[in-house]
């Protein structure tokens, strides 16, 4: 499918739709659907700058490609004067004192937010379940669940209520729901959009991402969003992604590589693996050389990046004790008023990675565990360097099952950490990497080298033409 946005503008300057009409339109699909993609639906809001646009189209002025495209927001990011809640009850009636930068630059290109997306609490979730606004449903299949923790957003986009959306991505949040859902979902490589605005969850694979209907969305909304930005140190400033990079095809004899145990892996269900080896015969059948890779194993990449995570959201969200942000119990004194804040405003799945976040960072646990995950992911950035020394681009299924039904993920947690085996090595490594809805159920995950975004959507583009 060829660009929403392009096609909207269009129609917005030829007068054929107000953008008064055509966020209506949108915000009425919201209001009406049962999917739970909503939190917050941004109605005056949107309204109001939406007229500053038909005002601008009748007085003849010149609007930008994204003015008066309305858009999503992964309802973790901060937008002035609206409430954000993480999908939890602590934040249920926060409301944002300032916006997002990455949020700020689509406002500043005249794109409309028209809704605060559901999502897994804090991030803290691969299905969308873990929130208070009740579990996202999959736009493909309702008994499904939505995919996560970017799962309101990727239905949004599916069925259209949205153009695009904002999605957050710490160890897979953009790529799996978007692979859920049959859409695009991009995770730019680390740094590349700055996080300031974003809710912390593990800050040290935290990426702001686009979720879209197609390459060249995705490629826009990405444009606009990259740049160093002084409040977030790790942001860097970078070329934007070209429109030739969309439409070329992948040159004869790219090394294209794999993780062998990723495919070869017991966990795989059989449908995955038979769309991922018909897919890398249809490449070399067109002339790309294949190179199969060794990599670690998923429990170690899973493990890893848990213990990692679950440290650094148990730091991050140690300032929410009623005192600053959001709601505020009492206790017999301020202690106590702390832990009854606590324990009756975050849900279980996020308790239980304070609870295991604090024992990776306990004197006497940290250097076992703690220091010993930031070895090995050194390790595994190593083993990246080394890859894309050998390869171009490495292809990978997004999650080794199709799409659980909704109540699956609940009975068991550990099952939902490993699903979770092939997108957080290459969030360890703050690669960028792309999900595209072709080849398997959950789609391909096509990674590159840091700062390489071109060639994901060379790859994704070519991939389109010949499976
Ligand atoms: N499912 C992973 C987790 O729960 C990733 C979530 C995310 O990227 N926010 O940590």
């Given at each position: ?5 392009k096609?909207l503008h269009?129609?917005?300057?030829n007068?054929e ?6 966020v209506?339109?949108?915000?009425d699909?919201?209001?009406s659907?049962d ?19 038909d005002?601008?189209?009748?007085n ?9 495209i309305?858009?999503?927001?992964k ?5 002035q004067g609206?409430y954000?809640?993480a999908?939890s009850?602590f934040?249920?009636?926060?409301k ?5 930068t ?19 609490s804090?991030?803290?979730g ?5 929130t208070?606004?009740g ?5 493909l299949d309702?008994?499904k669940?939505a995919?996560?923790?970017s ?26 729901p ?14 590349k ?17 686009p ?7 995705t490629?826009i ?18 070329e ?9 095809a ?25 769309g ?10 067109e ?16 493990s ?8 650094e959201t ?8 009623g005192t600053?942000?959001g ?9 106590e008023?702390?832990?009854i ?9 996020t ?9 990776v ?5 940290s ?11 050194q390790?595994?950035?190593?083993h ?8 171009a681009?490495v292809?990978?299924?997004?999650t ?11 009975k068991?947690p ?19 990497t ?5 080849a398997m ?7 590159a080298?840091k ?8 790859c994704?583009?070519f991939?389109k033409?010949?499976?």
């Amino acid at each position: 499918m060829s660009s929403s946005i392009k096609a909207l503008h269009k129609k917005l300057i030829n007068k054929e739709v107000s953008c008064v009409d055509l966020v209506q339109e949108k915000l009425d699909q919201l209001k009406s659907s049962d999917y739970n993609t909503d939190n917050y639906i941004l109605n005056d809001y949107a309204i109001n700058l939406a007229k500053k646009v038909d005002t601008k189209i009748a007085n003849g002025e010149t609007i930008n490609l994204l003015e008066g495209i309305p858009f999503g927001v992964k309802d973790v990011y901060l937008l002035q004067g609206t409430y954000s809640s993480a999908s939890s009850d602590f934040l249920k009636k926060y409301k944002s004192p300032y916006t997002a930068t990455a949020i700020q630059k689509l406002l500043d290109a005249g794109a409309i937010p028209i809704v605060k997306e559901n999502c897994d609490s804090f991030g803290h979730g691969s299905s969308s379940e873990n929130t208070v606004f009740g579990a996202v449903k999959n736009a493909l299949d309702p008994s499904k669940v939505a995919g996560g923790s970017s799962g309101g957003s990727a239905v949004n986009v599916a069925k259209n209520f949205t153009t695009f959306s904002i999605g957050g991505d710490t160890g897979g949040s953009i790529r799996q729901p978007a692979g859920y859902n049959n859409v695009y979902g991009l995770k730019p490589t680390y740094g590349k959009i700055s996080r300031f605005g974003l809710m912390a969850y593990a800050s040290s694979t935290d990426c702001v991402g686009p979720i879209a209907q197609s390459l060249e969305d995705t490629q826009i909304v990405l444009n606009t969003m990259a740049g160093k930005d002084y409040r977030d140190q790790t942001s860097f400033s970078s070329e934007p992604v070209s429109d030739e990079s969309i439409t070329s095809a992948l040159a004869k004899g790219t090394k294209i590589g794999y993780y062998k145990n990723f495919i070869e892996s017991e966990a795989i269900s059989p449908e995955i693996k038979a769309g991922f080896e018909n897919m890398i015969a249809k490449l070399k059948a067109e002339g790309m050389e294949i190179i199969p890779l060794d990599f670690f194993d998923a429990n170690m990449l899973v493990s890893t990046y848990y213990a990692l995570a679950m440290a650094e959201t148990a730091s991050n969200l140690a300032r929410l004790d009623g005192t600053n942000y959001g709601v505020r119990e009492t206790g017999k004194d301020l202690k106590e008023g702390y832990s009854i804040t606590r324990s009756e405003n975050f849900t279980a799945e996020t308790k239980r990675r304070i609870v295991g976040g604090n024992q990776v960072l306990s004197q006497g646990h940290s250097e076992e565990i703690y220091n010993k995950a930031q070895q090995l992911r050194q390790q595994i950035s190593h083993h990246f360097d080394e890859d894309f020394k050998k390869v171009a681009i490495v292809l990978s299924p997004v999650t080794p099952n199709p799409v659980p039904k909704i109540g699956n993920n609940l009975k068991d947690p550990m099952t939902m950490y490993l699903s979770d085996a092939y997108t957080v090595g290459f969030s360890l490594g703050g690669l960028p990497t792309l999900t595209a809805p072709l080849a398997m159920e959950t789609g391909v995950q096509i990674t590159a080298a840091k700062k390489q975004e071109a060639i994901l959507f060379t790859c994704a583009n070519f991939l389109k033409q010949v499976l």
